[in-house]
């Protein structure tokens, strides 16, 4: 059972510095979602996607861009990385309607020095 | 903006006792709640999730649901060291967005 698959598991980035945060489904989920959880925080929403070519911004979307080109991949990028933005990031899917949970990949922990 | 609050902990109970998860919100138009189970350094699973008023069981975890106090809680029977975990809270009102709270650090004292 894969799930949701996010690469890399860690990355360390120097400032200025872009990269890109991978994510895959393989439950046909319509729904994704990108997250960034701080450490004692909840998890602030960044970005989701409602089907392929549909994107739309979360709570915290500066810093960071988008893209869905197929039901199963939904990559993150980060352009011009800043020590404000070293966080877990967690990729999320569901199915169906907005109402079906969020199932969560394994998460990124990413380090910006 | 819509909010959701927990008592941070970290909440302390003893082995085989009911630990009881408390959450409020702000948004009278929310319609979903979640609870998701957070172990250190893992990513977020979902434990239960309830829309109707009133209480859902699954196994040893009773969600209650009250829309009128805009209170969701979450009871562990039993509870067991390794339950110890964050407990997020999770709320969905007319998106496709779920707000979280900060969540509940669970310790279960063996």
């Known amino acids: 059972n894969a799930g949701v698959t996010q690469t890399p598991k860690f990355r360390i980035l120097k400032i200025g510095q872009s990269m890109t945060l991978q994510c895959t489904q393989d439950?046909?989920?319509?729904?994704m979602y990108w997250y960034r959880q701080d450490p004692g925080m909840g998890l602030k929403l960044i970005y989701y996607s409602v089907g392929a070519g549909i994107t739309d911004k979360g709570e915290v979307p500066n810093g960071y861009n988008v893209s869905r080109s197929t039901t199963e991949d939904f990559p993150l990028r980060l352009e011009l990385a800043a020590p404000s933005q070293t966080s877990v990031y967690f990729c999320?899917?569901?199915?169906?309607?907005?109402?079906?949970?969020?199932?969560f990949g394994d998460g990124t922990r990413l380090s910006i020095l | 903006q819509k909010e959701v609050e927990q008592n941070s902990g970290p909440l302390s109970v003893p082995e085989g006792a009911i630990a009881s998860l408390n959450c409020t919100y702000s948004d009278r138009g929310s319609q979903s709640f979640f609870w998701y189970r957070q172990y250190s350094g893992k990513s977020p699973e979902l434990i239960m999730f309830i829309y109707s008023n009133g209480d859902k069981e699954d196994g040893r975890f009773t969600a209650q649901l009250n829309k009128a106090s805009q209170y969701v809680s979450l009871l562990i029977r039993d509870s067991q060291p390794s339950d110890s975990a964050t407990y997020l809270c999770a709320v969905k009102a007319g998106s496709y967005q779920l707000t979280f709270g900060k969540g509940t650090k669970l310790s279960v004292i063996p």
């Open positions: 439950m046909n989920h319509n729904y």
């Open positions: 999320a899917s569901s199915a169906g309607t907005a109402d079906q949970p969020q199932h």
